[in-house]
């Protein structure tokens, strides 16, 4: 029996609503708890690093050799791996490996060194006269990162952050694969396990929607916030 | 006792080609409410030396005194306490672009801890000391470079500081805007009694508005006066360079004073140099009264500095040859330096 692309990839029967909005309710519950942690901890990772990076002490030299290479080797492992292989700590966190929020440990493991070394360069970029002038006013270190560093590098952390969420959108997908549900999970396991390629479509169209709004939200608050 | 005082003052970077010494044994008085100057080429060490004065460097030997302060010993808490009272104006502006010009003014008082009432208060009289009223609510990016150094000295003087040290805070700046930026400072000086210590590889700066000058050559003070003696009498070679620099008209050069000799081939064509107070008195008109001759001005550049005027003037005296000799004998009389360029 030989079906026409339109009844493989048309097929309204296959599409069920309810499915769809727990699935889409999934995913955002992943991406946004994830992106909230990721800000605040990859913003931390990143302003250690670049403390590290500037000070010229041994000590901080091989801190951050040593920070460097644990996040290479968490945002180089493969994505799918490492969900894998982080099971056992995702159990003890959670109390199980299954489920949007069991998602979360390994997308936030993979995401922060991510985020961390964007923060890192947009604190570089930062221009060193400024940070000078607020000195020669006599600014503290907490003041320096408050009111210079943080403001004068918003629209790079703006935009680290969307690339990072949007990436985070991806991986979440691939979670869904192996259990964690959302629309990856729909369109794998509703949609390719059961040859239903109707409802992988649809959820791709979805996962694809939210990317491209989440790109528009950042775009335009990295527009708004650069006065340059 | 001078507000700031330098003895023996050492600074040496280690560099990835060996050591650099910066600063070599500078030993530097700057009384209070005095516009003092350093002067000297790029590289001289004029910045690192500046920078000594506010503790964004450690002086590697010497005692950097200011007021009962000694600097160089300065750590974490006093060194940021210290650092209110010592303003620094940048030539490159260094304003936060994302901060208005009210909130750039506003961030030393925030630094400082002040309430937020106060703050705006002073804020408000900060920008009408700089003129930029209406310009409150700008970014940096919305301002010329002059505007942009207004806000970046009202910014350190915000926290009433006791010196306001200034790194080429005019190099980036046209020559109009320069003279604009330079006056606000010698106002701020008369105003608010600051004692201001700023350097420059640019001697008309420091015949404009300082009232002492150091000049710096490969790390060390090589010479130092008030700027009056120094026009008049420099002694290092590098000084009387940075003055001739000055005092000679902008189109002067071997080939316009042959060109002068050939076009005005009567008479005597001499150079005056006029210095501090003859250069107020009206000798040219004296010696045309005095004697049967006819001046005739070629070229000429006379200057204003904080403590009388300083010119060359290349002049072309027209007569019999027994007058014109007693018209040279006139201005040796009074004082004016000269030179011959032709003799008929
Ligand atoms: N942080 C630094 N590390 C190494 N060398 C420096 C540093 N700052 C300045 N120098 C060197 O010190 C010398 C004087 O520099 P600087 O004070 O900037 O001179 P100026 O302001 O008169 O141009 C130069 O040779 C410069 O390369
Ligand atoms: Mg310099």
Redesign the interface.
Known sequence: MNKSFTEIYFDWSQLDAAAFKQAFIDTMVMTIISMVLVAILGLGLGLLLYYLSKSNRKSAKLSYTLVSIVSNVFRSTPFIILIVLIIPLTRLLLGTFLGATAAIPALVLSAIPFYARLVEIAFREV?Q??I?????????QF?LIG??LL??S?PALLSGLTVTTITMIGFTAMAGAIGAGGLGGLAYQDGFQRNRLTVTLFATVFLLLIVFLIQWLGDSAVKR?D?? | MSLIRLNHVKKSFAGKEGQVDAVVDVNLAVEKGEIFGIVGYSGAGKSTLIRLLNGLETATAGEVLVGDQNVAQLKGKELRAYRKNAGMVFQHFNLLWSRTVEENILLPLEIAGYPAAERQKRAIELIQLVGLEGRENAYPSQLSGGQKQRVGIARAVANQPAILLCDEATSALDPQTTDEVLELLVDINRKLQLTIVLITHEMHVIRKICHKVAVMEKGRIVETGTVGEVFRNPQEEVTKRFVHQELLPEEYNETSQEYLIENYAQGDIIQLHFQGEQAKKPVISQAIKKYDIDINVLQGKLQQTQDGSFGTLVVQIVGNQNERAKAIEFFKEKGVGMEVLHHE
């Open positions: 221009d006269g400024v000078e002038a607020a000195e020669s006013m006599g600014a503290s003041q009111k210079v403001p004068e918003k916030s006065k340059r």
